[in-house]
Nanobody
Framework: VQLQASGGGWVQAGGSLRLSCANS????????VAWFRQAPGKEREFVSS????????YYADSVKGRFTVSRDNDKNTAHLQMNNLKPEDTAVYYC?????????????????????WGQGTLVTVSS
């Protein structure tokens, strides 16, 4: 698995961005793909994830109703559509990948679960 994140940028509050996480290695089938973010001076936090095979999705409370995670099987790429962005969404966003075992739902938010990480992409939201 080799992950490449893209799509970050600068946007005004209320705007939208779409992040992508492309996998140039083996297919995502059997894996879960997650998005984490890390703001300056803060710990890395879980944002959202999707189980590739089932399409089950998971969200942090802070982004529910504003962010949507999806998958494109043909392109082996995950996306994070971010709408109604707020200044507090400013962070470096990382995509990560882990095997989606049966207990995945109870562990999805833990960064230590994920074996593969892409480089970060910076999202800046101005007020």
């Amino acid at each position: 698995v080799q992950l490449q994140a893209s799509g970050g940028g600068w946007v005004q509050a209320g705007g939208s961005l779409r992040l992508s996480c492309a996998n140039s290695g083996r297919a995502f089938d059997g894996y879960a793909v997650a998005w984490f973010r890390q703001a300056p001076g803060k710990e890395r936090e879980f944002v959202s994830s999707i189980k590739w095979r089932t399409g089950d999705t998971y969200y942090a409370d802070s982004v529910k109703g504003r962010f949507t995670v999806s998958r494109d099987n043909d392109k082996n790429t995950a996306h994070l559509q971010m709408n109604n962005l707020k200044p507090e969404d400013t962070a470096v966003y990382y995509c990560a990948c882990a095997r989606a075992y049966t207990d995945y739902a109870t562990r999805a938010t833990r960064a230590t679960l994920y074996n593969y990480w892409g480089q970060g992409t910076l999202v800046t939201v101005s007020s």
